[in-house]
């Protein structure tokens, strides 16, 4: 039975001692062990091979770079998916060629709460009031890929992708249903009179 | 979409930000305090992000596996291949990252590093990950609208970011803290933007108690398209 693989922190450890090519052949392992991991995140977000690849060859170049301000303050998949991330955010800003969110988006007839003076204040209590208006009208699927969409801006393709989504018609079944319990809750609240 | 949906959108999209309270991404997966704990439970946004994160570290295989290996052999070609480059040229490292990063394999691939999307007033070429310097994204130099957001790189270790922005005098118009890497631009700033009028920004990383780990350098930017919002 071949030994067990040292984890990757054991591995960070141990490079740490290394120099040359000895560390630099170190790195090299560590980083193929999150090839497929990185592989697959990037082409559910993308959806493309090729986008994917490119995406996946930054994130590498990125930690690369940037190696040595990896502390160990926290995994090493953790401290590789937070480059991950950010680089394809920023992947989707510069490919988007059309809003992801479609400018007839039912989502605008929702009636939201009124605009008032632009007291900070007043704007964080707006604010906390859709939160939990959300929270208490959508259950927790719906209200990350909610989310996903219209605050991160993914397209519907990619979230169903990256959540794995395996019902009839992915991320967009689960956003019809939570247009269709917000504006029904919301027309409740107002028809009462009261606020949000 | 009109103004008025505009408006709605961001109004819903504000209910979903990041606030200061939200939990840095690096550590939605780990330990978190009972604070933290109470706070995702009830935070669409970080419940968001732990979703992504937890797909990226379960990486569980799927329909699309073929695809997914093709890209991760892909991946690994192009290494190898950058690789054998690095030891048929002399050189004192036989990284195939420093060889891709030359851009001797892929130039196509890492066009996208040295590609300067926007005016460059202001810009820094920071590095994001060193320990002291946040690197920005935008807005940064002349924009022919108003930005939706403020966008920054994250920085390890960084727990939250204050944001500052201001006019070229100094006069601070609008300042908050997150723990994501952007913020919406809000009505205070954006009724500042008149056609030419700029103002600068900067971004401070702190850690979680409050320390600071990081700053930007002050960026600028000013619309040269109408106002976003009428003035009352």
């Known amino acids: ?196 | 979409m009109s103004p008025d949906g505009q408006e709605k959108l961001t109004q819903w999209r504000q209910a979903i930000d990041a606030t200061p309270d939200c939990v840095a991404i690096e550590r939605l997966l780990g330990d978190l305090t009972p604070a933290e704990e109470a706070h995702v439970d009830h935070c669409a946004r970080c419940q968001a992000e732990r979703a992504l994160a937890l797909e990226f570290e379960q990486s569980v295989p799927g329909a699309d596996e073929a695809d997914v290996q093709a890209v991760a052999a892909e991946l690994q070609r192009r290494i190898a291949a950058a690789r054998t480059t690095a030891m048929s040229r002399p050189s004192r490292s036989l990284s195939p990252w420093l060889q891709l990063a030359a851009g001797v394999v892929f130039a196509a691939g890492l066009a996208y590093l040295v590609w300067d999307r926007e005016p460059t007033i202001g810009k820094t070429d920071s590095d994001v990950y060193r320990s002291n310097t946040v690197s920005v994204v935008g807005p940064v130099g002349d924009l022919a609208g108003p930005p939706a957001r403020f966008e920054w790189t994250l920085v390890s270790g960084a727990a939250r970011y204050r944001i500052d922005v201001r006019e070229v005098d100094s006069t601070p118009v609008w300042s908050a803290t997150t723990a994501d890497v952007s913020v919406a631009a809000p009505p205070a700033v954006l009724q500042m933007l008149v056609p030419g009028k700029a103002l600068v920004w900067d971004i401070t990383a702190l850690d979680a108690n409050g320390a600071v780990v990081a700053h930007s350098a002050e960026q600028r930017f000013r619309i040269t398209g109408g106002s976003p919002l009428k003035r009352k």
């Open chain 1, 1 to 196: 039975m071949p030994p067990a693989r040292e984890s990757d922190e054991a591995l960070v450890g141990e490079l740490r001692r290394l120099t040359g090519d000895a560390r630099q052949q170190a790195i090299d392992e560590l980083f193929a062990r999150h090839y497929t991991r990185v592989a697959r995140w990037c082409f559910r977000l993308t959806g493309d091979r090729d986008a994917a690849a490119d995406l996946a060859q930054d994130v590498f170049l990125k930690a690369h770079r940037h190696f040595d301000s990896f502390q160990g303050q926290a995994r090493f998949s953790t401290w590789l998916y937070a480059i991950v991330r950010n680089e394809a955010f920023g992947w989707r800003r510069r490919a988007a060629t059309t809003p992801a969110v479609d400018a007839d988006d039912a989502l605008v007839d929702v009636p939201t709460p009124e605009a008032g003076p632009e007291d900070e204040a007043l704007a964080d209590s707006r604010r906390k009031r859709l939160e939990t208006f959300l929270a208490d009208t959508l259950d927790d699927r719906e209200r990350t890929v909610f989310t996903l969409h219209y605050a991160s801006e993914m397209s519907l393709d990619a979230i169903t992708r990256l959540l794995r989504l395996e019902n009839p018609s992915g991320a967009k079944a689960f956003i019809v249903s939570a247009k269709r319990k917000i504006a029904r809750a919301a027309g409740r609240v107002l028809a009462k009179g009261e606020r949000w």
